[in-house]
């Protein structure tokens, strides 16, 4: 495959910004959960923070299928 290394190293920057995104999920709940007041705020805040997550994990999926398929074929 043409620019296999390249996209081995889009694939292993996307698990590490997964990994940096799940620090920050961790730290803005527990901010979240600490300061805010509205319960209401806490809901709608946590279900953003939810879909975030799901963003960042099949970001990562995708970046392990991708690195499969380079390795499979290289």
Request: aromatic share 8%; net charge negative.
């Amino acid at each position: 495959l043409k620019h296999q290394s390249k996209i081995l190293n889009l694939c292993r920057e996307i698990k590490e910004h997964e990994s940096q995104a799940d620090h920050l999920l961790i730290a803005g709940i527990a901010e979240l959960y600490s300061k805010e007041e509205d319960f209401k705020t806490v809901l709608k805040l946590k279900e953003v923070y939810g879909l975030l997550e799901s963003i960042t994990d099949r970001y990562q999926m995708i970046a392990y299928i991708a690195e499969g398929i380079i390795l499979e074929y290289a």
